[in-house]
C-alpha cells in the first residue's frame, strides 16, 4: 500500500494514540492500518474511489467505545467530519459494521464493510498465532495499562479486590477472637 494518501492521517494524535488504545485484542493501530491495506486494494477492485475508502479505513474505529456495536460507526463519522474529511469518507465510515448497523449506500462504504471484516478476522488469527510466543498476552498487558477505558476498569477491579480481601480477613480474625 502506498501510505502517501493517509501520511496525515497517520501523523495526527487522535490516530497515534490509537497504538495505546486496546481492540479486538490488539493495538487499535494495527487494526485500523489493517483495514486500510484491505480497503486500498479492494477498492480498485469494486470500483471505488481509492483515496476515500483508505482514509476511511484509517479513522474508522476512533472513539468506538463512545458507542455501540451498531452506532461507533455513526461516532467515527463524525469526528471523520470534525477532523476536515469530506462526506464520502463520513458515509463510508457510517456503516462499516454492516450487517450490525445501516446498510452501506457508496461503493467506498462496501468495501469499508467488507475490508473490516477481513482485518478483524486477521486480528483474531494474529492474536491466536501470538498466544504460543506469549507475544499477545504481554500486548494484552501492555494496552491494559495504556489504555485509559482499560485502565480505569483494571482500577476498580484492583480497589474491589482489595476491599474483599479486607472484609474476609475482617471477618476471619473475628471468628478467630469469638
Ligand atoms: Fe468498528
Ligand atoms: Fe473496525
Redesign the pocket.
Same mark, same amino acid.
Given at each position: 500500500m502506498n501510505q502517501a494518501c493517509i501520511a496525515d492521517l497517520l501523523a495526527h494524535p487522535r490516530v497515534l494514540e490509537t497504538h495505546d488504545h486496546m481492540? +479486538?485484542s490488539v493495538p487499535k493501530h494495527d487494526?485500523?492500518l489493517r483495514?486500510a491495506r484491505y480497503a486500498y486494494f479492494l477498492a480498485p477492485l469494486l470500483g471505488a474511489d481509492q483515496r476515500t475508502s483508505t482514509r476511511a479505513a484509517i479513522l474508522?474505529?476512533i472513539d468506538?467505545r463512545l458507542g455501540t456495536l451498531t452506532t461507533h460507526g455513526a461516532i467515527a463519522a463524525r469526528v471523520a467530519a470534525e477532523l476536515g474529511e469530506p462526506e464520502a469518507v463520513s458515509l463510508a465510515i457510517v456503516s +462499516?459494521?454492516y450487517p450490525f448497523g445501516p446498510r452501506p449506500t457508496t461503493r467506498e462504504g462496501w468495501v469499508l464493510a467488507v475490508a473490516?471484516k477481513l482485518?478483524?478476522f486477521r486480528d483474531m488469527t494474529s492474536f491466536i498465532g501470538g498466544l504460543f510466543s506469549g507475544r499477545s498476552l504481554a500486548e494484552r498487558r501492555r494496552l491494559c495499562a495504556s489504555d485509559p477505558f482499560y485502565a480505569e476498569r483494571m482500577a476498580k477491579r484492583r480497589q474491589r479486590r482489595a476491599m474483599i480481601s479486607r472484609i474476609l480477613l475482617h471477618r476471619s480474625r473475628k471468628a478467630l477472637a469469638e
Open positions: 481492540h +479486538h487494526h485500523m483495514v474508522h474505529d468506538s +462499516h459494521m473490516d482485518a478483524s
